[in-house]
């Protein structure tokens, strides 16, 4: 039997026996943890809570936002929309999100 690691996210450790009946199962349950992992950030100083991974794409996505007139900092550094998709959100991210308004 080989014992195999793997670190999932929150520190959490997860061990495979592969060559048991029951790697498979091992690997479902994993699969599914990894799915179903939340972390916390901060949207507009509202505390907002996102599956583990999620891009700033998904966080537009999810919460509507339009097309254009949206600007988005993490941490309070500006990301240009054409890097919403690459970048990964992380625990405790400061999110800020700024729509354009018309008017005077």
Known sequence: MNLTQL???EGLLFILLLGSGRTLLYLHIYLFLLKNVNMKVQVN???TEL???SSIQQLAL???L???GVAI???NKMVPRTE???FVLKENDQIVII???CGG
């Open 7 to 9: 670190v999932l996210p």
């Open 45 to 47: 100083n509202k505390e």
């Open 51 to 53: 599956q583990l991974q």
């Open 62 to 64: 999810s919460m509507e």
């Open 66 to 68: 339009p097309a254009a």
């Open 73 to 75: 900092a993490v941490n």
């Open 84 to 86: 919403w998709n690459q």
């Open 99 to 101: 729509k354009a308004a």
